[in-house]
């Protein structure tokens, strides 16, 4: 089918649904411990951590049906949205009991909502999908809601992004310096073909970014590490996360921390010490 901004048309894709599987081999998740810079020890029967399901249930498509920025082209699952760019914008998560590695799972998929709307920017298309995730023949593990949002490609005079100073009552800080090898590690361990984290030209000069974008999934895994590191390895009862504005390996960026009722906030501040994005744990 035919990009379209017809909201009409895109809200028909509301409740479609597809179903896939998996077998969580310990391969993976020990490539992502390494991509963090750490030593590979998981192994079947070990307990996958929290958000590392990305690393698996991947799909793609030939090349000659990928659209310009690398995505496989809309239409299919996932309604076909005209406009250009495509970013996560955030996520939540429910989580009932963990994965274990060596098993096999199921992820049932559907489209929960459509919602186009206009911002500073300039035209922009909401699309929600809702997943829940358990092993083969079981109930869900954990239930998973993420926004994608699509927007025009950037102007000239397009307005300044508005920024958001995180605030100094933090504490708990970490250093992250990102860097091409860690972007296309983890673009290459969830296939994740999207240009912007690996085509430095295609990321500047075509969506206007300063540099290679750090994946938002890779921000809001950092920042459930870094939470479940702070709980001693406990696990969550539920995580949430919104992206505020993006990360480039141009620079090192910060991730935040503070104890509050019932769990833990966190955000992802810019070199600029400006939100890039803001999450909450709860355990």
Avoid at 114 to 129: D, E, I, P
Avoid at 131 to 153: C, K, L, N, Q
Avoid at 234 to 241: H, N, R, S, T, Y
């Amino acid at each position: 089918m035919q990009p379209t901004q017809d909201p009409d048309i895109l809200r028909q894709w509301i409740g479609r649904k597809e179903t896939h599987t998996d077998t969580l081999h310990a391969g993976p998740a020990n490539l992502m411990q390494m991509t963090l810079d750490r030593t590979a020890s998981l192994q079947a029967g070990d307990v996958l951590p929290p958000l590392w399901h990305w690393l698996y249930f991947l799909q793609s498509a030939p090349l000659g049906a990928l659209g310009r920025d690398g995505h496989p082209a809309r239409g299919g699952f996932l309604p076909p949205v005209a406009l250009p760019r495509r970013m996560w914008a955030g996520g939540r998560f429910g989580f009932a009991r963990p994965l274990h590695l060596g098993r096999d799972v199921v992820k049932y998929s559907e489209i929960k909502n459509v919602a186009s709307k206009t911002g500073r920017s300039g035209a922009l298309c909401f699309v929600t999908v809702r997943h829940e995730v358990g092993e083969a023949g079981a109930s869900p593990a954990f239930w998973e809601e993420h926004d994608i949002v699509y927007r025009e490609d950037p102007t000239k005079n397009a307005p300044p992004l508005q920024t958001r100073d995180i605030g100094a009552d933090w504490q708990h800080s970490e250093t992250v310096t990102p860097s091409e090898v860690m972007l296309f590690r983890y673009s290459a361990l969830t296939f994740n073909g999207h240009r912007i984290h690996y085509d430095r030209d295609y990321a500047r000069d075509v969506e206007g970014h300063a540099g290679l974008v750090v994946h938002g999934p890779l921000i809001a895994t950092l920042l459930m590490d870094m939470a479940q590191r702070l709980r001693n390895g406990a696990a969550p009862k539920a995580f949430e996360f919104r992206a505020a504005s993006p990360l480039f390996d141009t620079a090192a960026f910060t991730l935040h921390a503070r104890e509050v009722a019932g769990g833990i906030d966190l955000v992802a501040a810019t070199p600029q010490g400006t939100l890039a994005m803001q999450a909450k744990a709860t355990f």
